[in-house]
Structures are given as structure tokens and as C-alpha cells.
């Protein structure tokens, strides 16, 4: 007797379409708010460390001189405070997931050369400009002082 109780349940999810999806012959919909991943725009990033500051795991690590910015995805949980840090909006969160690893890494992404070149090239800019103003702070002075003497 007590399976008469569930015929009108079964007989109401015979006429339904299947609640459950066709994951690997449709692609996955994550929810509006789901936190997905992190990812970067290397390219864009300026290295400030904003980001690595704001880590509260310290997930991540930021090295200005070579150009690279590691994230271990072990150790994130997709807070998002690295993104709302950011000052060049180079971070963004994405839906979906990483592939899962046999073991814990971390992956490392590396400015392209050219990006490297043209910073490089803008710090030399900023650096002759900064040596010529100090030039002309210096020959000012002196003028100042030659002119206060005689």
C-alpha cells in the first residue's frame, strides 16, 4: 500500500520535462552571481600589487620587474577584492571553472615582449626627462645665486 502513495507523483514527472541537464552534449549555465575564476589581461596589468595586497589568502604574487603575476588557484576562493583593487581593471572574475590539476599549482602569466619593451622604454623617457628638469633646477639656482652675488 504504501507505493500507491508515490503513482500520482510518478505520473505527474512522466509527462515533465527532465530537470536535470545534458552537461557534456550542452554547455553548463552558471548562475548570475556564480564566482567562476579569476582571470588576467597581463598586458594591461602595471604591477602595482594592488591586487596581492588585497589578497586576504595570499594567493597571489606580483613581480613588477619581470613582468609576471602568479595566481594559486589552490589557495584562491574567488573573494573578488583583487578585481575591485585593481586600479587598470586588467582582473576580472569569469564564469566557469578551471580544469582541475592532479596536484597543487599555480600558474604564472608573463607579459609578451613587446609590452616589456614598451615599458621599458617609457621608464628611459621618464628618466631623461626627470635628469634634463633636474638640469634646468640646478642652472637655475645657479643663475639665481650669480645673480644674488653681484
Not at 504504501?2 to 505527474?12: D, T, W
Not at 578585481?83 to 599555480?106: D, I, W
Not at 631623461?128 to 645657479?142: C, F, N, P, V
Request: net charge neutral; proline share 7%.
Amino acid at each position: 500500500m504504501a507505493v500507491m502513495k508515490f503513482i500520482p507523483e510518478a505520473l505527474k514527472n512522466l509527462f515533465r520535462q527532465p530537470v536535470t541537464t545534458s552537461y557534456p552534449f550542452e554547455p553548463a549555465e552558471y548562475p548570475e552571481r556564480a564566482r567562476g575564476h579569476i582571470e588576467i589581461t597581463i598586458d594591461d596589468c602595471i604591477g602595482c600589487g594592488m591586487c596581492t595586497r588585497a589578497c586576504p589568502l595570499g594567493a597571489l604574487k606580483v613581480d613588477k620587474n619581470e613582468g609576471t603575476w602568479e595566481i594559486d588557484r589552490f589557495d584562491c576562493v574567488v573573494c573578488g577584492y583583487c578585481v575591485e583593487k585593481c586600479p587598470k581593471k586588467c582582473l576580472r572574475t569569469a564564469p566557469g571553472y578551471q580544469e582541475p590539476e592532479p596536484g597543487k599549482t599555480s600558474q604564472l602569466y608573463k607579459k609578451s615582449e613587446e609590452a616589456l619593451r614598451l615599458e621599458a622604454e617609457k621608464k628611459a623617457e621618464a628618466a631623461r626627462k626627470a635628469a634634463e628638469a633636474k638640469a634646468a633646477m640646478e642652472a637655475k639656482k645657479k643663475a639665481e645665486q650669480s645673480s644674488a652675488e653681484a
